[in-house]
């Protein structure tokens, strides 16, 4: 049973929602779950999860969120390295900019993704909630 660890900032809840449903679709697939505000998250804990799922909406001029998960993400980047890591968050405008560029972090750390993210635009309903459940069956196969 594969350990994950969700954690993720969120400010209109939207990437909060994802990552309830990236939770269901895990616990679907048999993984235990751990998912958490990155303000109640610690950089040690990372150790315990087989796979670390990391969620920021798109801020500013598509960033990830400065003021806590950026330098949760940074705090953590050495423990990254050959680690399986997955990314998701959502946005209101541009183009998803913002994970690409994130991946590309995530990359340059050693992580080992499990694709290059997942991003919804605005709240996750409908068909985008069904790609969040299925997004989290695809991380605890990974």
Not at 35 to 53: L, M, N, P, Q, T
Not at 66 to 94: C, D, H, I, N
Not at 110 to 136: H, Q, R
């Amino acid at each position: 049973m594969a350990k994950v660890g969700i954690i993720y900032w969120s400010g209109t809840g939207n990437t909060e929602k994802m990552a309830e449903l990236i939770s269901k679709g895990a616990e679907e697939a048999g993984a235990q779950v751990t998912c958490k505000h990155v303000s109640a998250a610690s950089a040690d804990e990372i150790d315990g999860y087989d796979v670390v799922v990391l969620g920021s909406p798109s801020m500013g001029s598509e960033v990830v969120e400065e003021s806590e998960m950026q330098p949760f993400v940074s705090s953590v980047a050495p423990k990254l390295k050959g680690r399986r890591t997955a990314l998701f968050g959502s946005y209101g405008w541009g183009d998803g900019e913002w994970m690409r560029n994130w991946a590309a972090e995530m990359k340059g750390y050693g992580a080992n993704l499990v694709d290059d993210g997942l991003i919804v635009n605005e709240t996750p309903d409908g068909a985008s909630a069904d790609e969040c459940v299925a997004y989290g069956k695809k991380i605890a196969a990974a």
